[in-house]
T-cell receptor
Framework: GQQVMQIPQYQHVQEGEDFTTYCNSSTTLSNIQWYKQRPGGHPVFLIQLVKSGEVKKQKRLTFQFGEAKKNSSLHITATQTTDVGTYFCANTNAGKSTFGDGTTLTVKP | DAGVTQSPTHLIKTRGQQVTLRCSPISGHKSVSWYQQVLGQGPQFIFQYYEKEERGRGNFPDRFSARQFPNYSSELNVNALLLGDSALYLC?????????????FGQGTRLTVV
């Protein structure tokens, strides 16, 4: 997989505020996966994006793949305490998945 | 259906020792991948096996080895343990090579090297 960089590293929000994490690459990516890892848990697959400009929604979560397929974002609307955790993006190529270092979200009730 | 199962859940070893970690994929899944996750970082790819053959290898020293059995379960072996090998070791399974992008992770084995 290609190297992917995530920003920000940490994000603290008040419950009800929105949250966005970004995933960037210097090269074109064939795909992007997003995972969520709760504290003390394991990564859980959320979604995969493969098409240029693709947008997918899961309830309050919106995932986007950039037109140039070099960046992606995950946006959470009206965060809840259940959203806490670390969100990772990953790229998979020839059987090898390369993960970013994640964005850790904390939500203040 | 059982998810991906890993054993043991926790392990403490001494420098220089050897360790074997085990993984059972989801029933019907033929691909198993291994990752090392150090605190504060994303999972780092170690190996990928499909149909008992190694299909991918990450940038890890030869002290790390793995294999997949006919029932698709897998073992990860680490020899001559170093303090820096302390990490969460994650196993992920996928149904086919084509679906490698949707990986299901086990709970991991927390290895501490002292």
């Amino acid at each position: 997989g290609q190297q992917v960089m995530q920003i920000p590293q940490y994000q603290h929000v008040q419950e009800g505020e929105d949250f966005t994490t970004y995933c960037n690459s210097s090269t074109t990516l064939s795909n992007i996966q997003w995972y969520k890892q709760r504290p003390g848990g394991h990564p859980v697959f959320l979604i995969q994006l493969v098409k240029s400009g693709e947008v997918k929604k899961q309830k309050r979560l919106t995932f986007q793949f950039g037109e140039a397929k070099k960046n992606s974002s995950l946006h959470i609307t009206a965060t809840q305490t259940t959203d806490v955790g670390t969100y990772f993006c990953a790229n998979t190529n020839a059987g090898k998945s390369t993960f970013g270092d994640g964005t850790t979200l904390t939500v203040k009730p | 259906d059982a998810g991906v199962t890993q054993s043991p859940t926790h392990l403490i070893k001494t420098r220089g020792q050897q360790v074997t970690l085990r993984c059972s994929p989801i029933s019907g899944h033929k691909s198993v991948s291994w990752y090392q996750q150090v605190l504060g970082q994303g999972p780092q790819f170690i190996f990928q096996y499909y149909e008992k053959e190694e299909r991918g290898r990450g940038n890890f020293p030869d002290r790390f080895s793995a294999r997949q059995f006919p029932n698709y379960s897998s073992e990860l072996n680490v020899n001559a343990l170093l303090l820096g090998d302390s990490a969460l070791y994650l196993c992920a399974s996928s149904e086919t090579l084509a679906s490698l992008t949707e990986a299901f992770f086990g709970q991991g084995t927390r290895l501490t090297v002292v």
